[in-house]
């Protein structure tokens, strides 16, 4: 089989020597099972052997990867400039590394790349923590009650965007190479490396087609979300988005934890030496005052037409500007609302309405 | 590449007082800044923050920029409290600018309203330069009171800048030692000699205005198509990024700030 060629396995005795080697060149981030809440959480890690807890079995972490690519808030200029050069210093950003990022995680990442570097203007700052990103994707070996990844034609692994993949196996791991970057870490480390067996790779796809049986048994009651944008649109009685945001209590975590809501706003401070530094800090646009303007006027000053226009954003004018629906499954904004909101079961509802008006 | 955050260092030259709310402020960026008529800027007030305006001035001016501002929140506020000699700071321009290719041949109908003038000043600037490229340019212009119209120096000019220019303005309501037009600026759309189907209007002021100026000039018989806006919604990066100044799908700072109307007419709450 030709793909084999480019597969390689690796046992977790030597999976670990090579993230210590990678720690060396950079900041490593990984998975960590919290005792207490029993979440994945993703930690930067520096010592060896790696932390009590460290796994790269599961599901998806607590944070997205943006909290590492776009930061919750960071300077994107000081003014007036002190040496006539208003670009950020790339030498001063660390070469990273995140290993065990999920399939949704990474999906999301591109998502924010279309909107953060593609088009006329790119954010500098974004561009160079993502250059020097290097994302080891991991297959997921369960799934959360909350994943939707199926609903959306996801699938619970890496398909695309990563430097490299592990998918776990007896023993080990497979390791699949997605980008030149990835193919020089094996490259450079080949004596932790054995090319991949027969029997590795059907455990994989073995493991890969239960999980996707297990998400798709546990969502079954849930339209796929990949036919919504239509539905989206025709979906403009008031009514059922009050009965959707009837508990929302306004906190802005659904934004603010989901990994592909990108909304920032800049603000303007004081600084050393009589300068004044500019912040980009995350936004949510679920909370009143995001697009209140001068005067107090308010577009969006219903709570019913903020979460209308969180979904709308979602599933209809992303995929008119962008080209994608900007939700990847990954359910965090299930876990995190406080109302018991959840996403699917929305849509489930608007679906319902949208058949049931035709009839 | 470039940091497109940074703002470029400007002078603030001179302060010219319009109306009791309304300020000019004529500024000197630290390098030219080249913008088509309605792109727009984003102005910095050091350790303030930024707001967005599209400049007054001609744009064939780039040395200098002329930006009019109504007093009205924060960063407004502490414009207006600036004095000739103070330092600010611009990025942009950002937008598209008004659609000047399509009003060629055509009857141009400006309608402003208040401080809505000052962007359609870039326009009318633009448009004077060569009038003989259109067939008509008609402006009508409203403010509540008459101390509150603004550049109210050059409307004889304009209105006789050449024969198929004219200029007519409007006060919401009468007041003392006032002989000209009294009534809303939609009242100036009544009876236009205009041929509807050779013409482009644009029309720029507060949201409740731009709502009121759409119908009459639909109730008329101009079509969605015809009519472009200058909408209003809250700005911070200017290029498509922070994601808040959406009219349905189009980024005001990318797509707008002045939009067709037949794009945005379906959009629920379009007019705030």
């Known amino acids: ?359 | 590449m470039n940091n497109p955050y940074y703002p470029i260092d400007t002078l603030v030259e001179d302060v010219i007082t319009e109306t009791p709310t309304i300020k000019t402020f004529v500024l000197a960026p630290a390098r030219p800044i080249k913008f088509k008529s309605g792109q727009f800027m984003q102005l910095t007030v050091p350790g303030v923050g930024e707001a967005p305006f599209t400049p007054s001035s001609d744009p064939r001016e780039t040395e200098k920029m002329e930006i009019t501002i109504l007093r009205t929140g924060s960063v407004t506020e502490a414009l207006h409290a600036l004095k000739p000699g103070a330092e600010v700071g611009l990025r942009g321009p950002f937008g598209k600018g008004y659609p000047i290719d399509k009003m060629a041949g055509k009857e141009v109908l400006i309608v402003g309203g208040g401080v809505g003038l000052a962007p359609l000043r870039t326009l009318i600037y633009t448009l004077l330069d060569e009038p003989a490229k259109y067939k008509r340019i008609s402006i009508k212009y409203g403010a509540r009171m008459p101390e509150e119209l603004c550049f109210r120096r050059q409307y004889d000019e304009w209105g006789k800048a050449a024969r198929n220019v004219d200029f007519t303005h409007t006060i919401d309501v009468p007041a003392p030692n006032w002989s000209g037009r009294v009534g809303l600026v939609t009242t100036l759309l009544d009876k236009l000699d205009i041929n509807l189907e050779n013409s482009i209007a644009i029309s720029c002021g507060p949201e409740i205005m731009l709502k009121f100026v759409t119908l009459k000039l639909l109730e008329v018989g101009y079509t969605p198509p015809q009519i472009y806006l200058s909408m209003n919604r809250k700005m911070s990066c200017g290029m498509g990024k922070c994601a808040r100044c959406n009219v349905g799908h189009y980024y005001l700072c990318v797509d707008g700030p002045d939009m067709c109307y037949d794009k945005i007419k379906h959009v629920p709450n379009v007019f705030g």
Not at chain 1, 2 to 23: C, G, P
Not at chain 1, 87 to 102: C, H, L, N
Not at chain 1, 158 to 186: H, Q
Not at chain 1, 272 to 281: E, K, L
């Open chain 1, 1 to 359: 089989m030709s793909f084999l060629v480019h597969m390689y396995y690796i046992d977790a005795t030597n999976f670990e020597r090579l993230l210590k080697k990678l720690s060396g060149e950079g900041e490593l981030y990984v998975p960590v099972r919290n005792a207490e809440t029993e979440k994945l959480r993703l930690e930067r890690v520096d010592t060896f052997p790696l932390p009590e807890g460290t796994t790269f079995d599961g599901y998806r972490t607590v944070e997205p990867l943006k909290a590492i690519a776009q930061l919750l808030r960071y300077p994107v200029a000081e003014y007036p400039s002190t040496d006539g050069d208003d670009m950020p210093d790339e030498a001063s950003f660390p070469k990273t590394f995140i290993v065990g990022a999920r399939g949704c995680d990474i999906l999301a990442m591109a998502l924010i790349d279309k909107v953060q570097i593609e088009g006329e203007f790119a954010d500098a700052f974004y561009k160079i923590r993502r250059d020097k990103m290097v994302v080891v994707g991991a297959d997921c070996t369960e799934c959360g009650k909350s994943c939707f990844c199926t609903l959306l034609g996801n699938k619970p692994w890496p398909e695309r965007g990563f430097d490299l993949s592990v998918a776990k196996v007896r023993g080990g791991y497979v390791v699949e190479p997605g980008t030149e970057v990835g193919e020089k870490i094996v490259g450079n480390n080949r004596d932790l490396f054995a090319g991949a067996q027969d029997q590795h790779v059907r455990e994989r796809g073995q493991s890969r087609a239960a999980l996707v049986r297990r998400l798709e048994t546990q969502n079954a009651a849930y339209p796929k979300t990949d036919t919504l944008p239509p539905i989206v649109r025709g979906a403009l009685t008031d009514e059922i988005w009050e009965d959707i945001c009837a508990h929302c209590i306004e906190c802005g975590g659904c934004t603010n934890i989901c990994p592909t809501c990108y909304c920032f706003l800049l603000y303007d401070q004081a600084a050393d030496g009589g300068h004044f530094q500019r912040i980009s800090a995350m936004d949510s646009c679920q909370v009143t005052g995001y697009s209140r303007m001068a005067g107090m006027l308010n577009p969006r000053a219903r709570l019913i037409d903020r979460v209308k226009h969180r979904y709308y954003h979602k599933y209809d004018y992303l995929v008119l500007s962008h080209g994608a629906i900007y939700c990847t499954g990954c359910g965090r904004c299930i876990d995190v609302c406080s109302a018991s909101i959840d996403m699917r079961d929305a849509f489930r509802r608007i679906k319902d309405k949208a058949g049931s008006r035709k009839e």
